[in-house]
């Protein structure tokens, strides 16, 4: 699957202006609980074989540069040839699951992300007020 950027909508775009230092570090937590509910989706669509597939996927540690934030998610580990081939191969006819189970979970859910991240900003500024 191609690497693909979001970038924000402008409800996203005026929350993160207005928390200042706070707006990336609640950026990041924010977009790692997204990339878990991607992650979520996506497990429901893997193909089910030896089952050892499913359990593989991961979302990694948001990785932090400036004022950028990476979300990381995939298959693999030691099903990592596997899962590519799983994930890519369209002819593969699957009793359970489904190919290229990532990238349908990831645009399935592509138009809601902005606005969800954005009332996640807003719920852990909140938290982080106290309020």
């Known amino acids: 699957m191609a690497k693909r950027i979001i970038k924000g909508g402008a409800a996203l775009r005026r929350k993160l202006r207005a928390a200042g230092s706070l707006g990336v570090v609640s950026l990041a937590a924010s977009l790692r609980e997204e990339g878990g509910r991607i992650m979520a989706d996506a497990k429901k669509r893997t193909p089910v074989d030896l089952d050892v597939l499913r359990p593989s ?8 540069s400036g004022t950028k934030v990476r979300i990381v998610m995939g298959f ?5 040839k596997y899962a590519i081939r799983q994930h890519e191969e369209l002819g593969y006819k699957h009793t359970v699951g489904e190919a290229k189970f990532l990238e349908n979970a990831f ?12 009332a996640g900003l807003a719920a852990h500024f909140q938290r982080l007020r106290g309020e």
Do not use: Y
């Open 76 to 80: 693999g580990g030691a099903a990592s």
């Open 107 to 118: 645009l399935a859910r592509e138009k809601m992300i902005p606005p969800r991240v954005a």
């Open 57 to 64: 996927g991961d979302v990694l540690p948001p990785q932090i």
